[in-house]
């Protein structure tokens, strides 16, 4: 099995709350397939609704209270950052993301300057250290390894330094309805205790085309002649 298909089983993994062993995993190769496996290991329900729905109000019963809000006030089109002031942002998420389960909700980031500044002073870090290596006789791979290491040590040291300041919302996901699209896909099994198969499905399908990039395939694509993955 190909990293490719290593990733997405992984995927099914987190996002299910359910083990797919290696023996398993290594004749699921279609979407159909997979979906079938799935739907074995998870309970049924002839309940048909919206998983992002089901998402949002899930998401909802934690940030209100948390929040002290209105649930008027937390609608799918509401920005976050209306909701969670900056002085605040990285307590309150912090505190959500404990209540609601690891890699719930995306992360905060950066703030897009400081990671270009942050990329090249990395990027100027390896330019000098491997041309000074490289005047200091050391040979051109030599010193372009040299230089990769520095880079490296100053990148994961402005990572670590300026972690304080993640306190933007990232890109794609700075609304309300964007947190319940994001944890329907990567964790659904977080809120979802029931399933159809019509619901698996779906989720499949969009951890498919979220890990891939891939979106066209039918249930019955094969993952490696079909859909060339590896």
Known sequence: MGLDLVELVIRF???????????????LVTPRKVTDYVSSQLLESRKRSCLTQQAFYFIRGKFVPAL????????????????????RRREVWARMTSEIGPSAIPDLARASWLVSFLSAVTLATLVFVAGYALKDSAGGSISFFIGLCAAFLVGYGGALVTRPWKQNFRRGYRRV???????????????????????????????????????????????IKDMHLD
């Open 13 to 27: 993994e987190d996002a299910f709350g359910v083990a797919i062993p290696d023996k398993v995993a290594a004749d």
């Open 68 to 87: 002290s809000i209105s649930r008027r006030d937390f609608k799918p089109d509401t920005r976050l950052e209306d909701l969670v002031p900056s002085d």
């Open 177 to 223: 309805g964007d947190l319940a699209t994001y944890i329907s896909v990567h964790r659904p099994h977080y809120f979802k205790k029931e399933w159809t198969r019509e619901h698996v499905a779906q989720v499949v399908r969009e951890i498919i085309v979220d890990e891939t990039g891939v979106n066209d395939f039918t249930e019955d694509s094969d993952f």
